[in-house]
């Protein structure tokens, strides 16, 4: 009975302009973004990364703490073999730091990368079984990447104190090269879930990209080393710039001309625009194919 | 009320069968690709058209592979037509195979507040049915264990209360009901009568004729993808069944377990007569197995279940104790004696395991209502018009006045 009463006073609550009306047409042509729908489904987004930061930690004796672990390890790692062994040349900054900073935003990229291009796989019971905006599911992957980044994030404040580091003014601008990563991982992850859902091979190709694309990286070596007219060119890996930026950002070093950021802002929004609207077009066909 | 919830006009689904489904684009008109292109695919709907009024309960009934999931999935926008379109007033909220989104690591809670949003539900509104919900599914106790320890039975109940409890103008209910035990089914019976009571439009595909019959304002009945008759539900569930009976031969398509290469059933006779058939109370039942059996079955005992409105009423055998079957074709016979049955149209399934009397066994076969059986309405005293139930049993009756 009291059940009874709730329902009708929350049916009067969202009043008759609520009644939406949904028109379901056969598939075919370019889907818009319909932003709207995403606002509507944001506390989907927010669930699904929720979820994946829970599950991620479920049963671990270690927890949270992995998230800065993991940076810290793969630095311990370079330094040893890159910086002590191999003397690569770190622009004059403690190497740990100096890989730190571009580790900190590579894990980001490749977490967000290989989660978004493996979600609509992962939620194949989802998609054939619910209907939801299926952009959600990628999106949300990069926000709880996100989540993992900033905890990671104290490993560079512990590093700085430790090497007695004082971060540049220009340490605000930060967020901007996180955005840069998200959105290059997000449009790559966008190209990759829709075609992995028709092609496995994606799977199969994926852990070589990334990996091809780590070397492409001034991660392990400073961006310094490459010859000085490529520069420019070399920021058509957005990644570059980003983790040059991190470094300019945090530690001062000059690795950042602006034509190369602008390259890299350039190539980013490509890959973002046209993965959202490739993954539209396919999402349709998802749940017949997957 | 009286408003238009769903408008479909020509909705058709096609799908391939077999490899990957291909891009068509206008570019390859060629006949000979076109031709290999429609040997490849399937129309799992063709053309169907209807107007659904704000409040209506709608039965979607139709034998296996005949579109009724399609069609809800097109409804649940999981999918898109090949060609046609609908409107949809309102929001839809789905019942389809309940527990999916579900994560087995997470809790009773956690799961709540994730499948309630998954299904369209805002974080408030979960917050204030959380209680009904838990109470419906009865787990209290259970509420921050995860649901991987659960039970089956639990985890069902959980996932049905959260998609039943979900506010929406639309719902679609998918054979939701073969879960869980009677009691919990009658549950969600009564739970899917009140929406009809609260003014919502229901879409309820089940092969529960039972269900079908109590529940719904009107019936839709699919036949191959194509929409056979659309009207009053007692006819439509008499339709069903009669083309459930039509069929003389039987197709392995029906049939599910694990012995389905190396048994095939030809046909199933039931007094003398395929598909329907209509027999007195006092004639008693014989049922007649023909079939191929492709390799040496060595232990198998043969079956014939009798269900009435969806619940199973008995399984009776050939014998008691599993025996080989050789390769060859055989024939079984199993009958039952007068006046088990009481009046009322039964469905019949078919199969066969390699349990014994104690145990389940591990290879079988089975195919659900692929023959109907009308019992006529004739009383008797061996078939008392007072002793209503769906069987009769045999007993005895004294009278003392002291």
Partial sequence: ?290 | MGDIAIRAHGLSKRYAIGGTQRQWNGLAKDRSLSKQEDANTIWALRDVSFEVKQGEVLGIIGRNGSGKSTLLKILSRITKPTRGEADIHGRVGSLLEVGTGFHPELTGRENIRLNGVLLGMKKAEIDRRFDAIVAFAEVENFIDTPVKRYSSGMYMRLAFAVAAHVQCEILLVDEVLAVGDAQFQKKCLTMLEQQQVKGRTVFFVSHNMGAIRTLCTRVLVLRSGELSYDGEPNEGVRKYLEMVGETTGLSPNDFLGTLTDKMVFTSLEINGRYGFSAASPEEGVTFVLRGDCLERVPKFRFSVSVSRDGLRIFTVHDGHVPAPIEKGYFRVTISIPPYTLRPGLHTIGIGGHDGGVYDIGNDWLYANDIATLDIKSEWSEKNDFGGTGIVNVPHVGTRECI
């Fill in chain 1, 1 to 290: 009975m009291d059940n009874k009463l709730t329902e009708h006073r929350s049916a009067q609550d969202r009043g008759p302009s609520e009644i939406s009306i949904v028109h379901i047409r056969p598939a075919g042509g370019w889907a818009p973004l319909n932003a709207k729908e995403l606002w509507e489904y944001r506390d989907l987004l927010f669930f699904f990364a929720w979820r994946d930061l829970k599950v991620r930690y479920k049963q671990t004796a270690l927890g949270v703490t992995w998230a800065f672990l993991k940076p810290l390890s793969l630095v311990a790692v370079f330094s040893v073999v890159f910086g002590w062994l191999a003397k690569i040349p770190s622009d004059g900054i403690p190497y740990p730091l100096f890989s730190l900073c571009a580790v900190l935003p590579w894990q980001l990229f490749s977490h967000i990368l290989s989660g978004a291009s493996q979600s609509m796989v992962a939620d194949q019971n989802l998609l054939t079984k619910v209907y939801f905006p299926r952009l959600i599911s990628p999106m949300s992957v990069s926000l709880s990447s996100l989540a993992d980044f900033i905890v990671a994030a104290g490993a560079l404040i512990a590093l700085l104190v430790y090497f007695h580091v004082l971060p540049t003014p220009y340490v605000w601008t930060i967020p901007l090269f996180v955005a840069l990563a998200v959105m290059t991982a997000l449009g790559t992850g966008l190209w990759c879930s829709a075609l992995n859902v028709r092609y496995r091979d994606v799977g199969h190709a994926l852990p070589f990209l990334t990996q091809m694309w780590f070397f492409a990286t001034p991660i392990a070596y400073p961006s310094s080393l490459v010859p000085e007219p490529w520069r420019i060119w070399y920021g058509l890996n957005p990644m570059a710039s980003v983790v040059e930026g991190f470094r300019w950002a945090v530690l001062g070093t000059d690795g950042l001309p602006a034509e190369m950021l602008l390259v890299s802002l350039s190539m980013s929004a490509v890959l973002c625009v046209s993965g959202l609207y490739y993954f539209r077009r396919m999402e349709e066909t998802f749940a017949d194919v997957v």
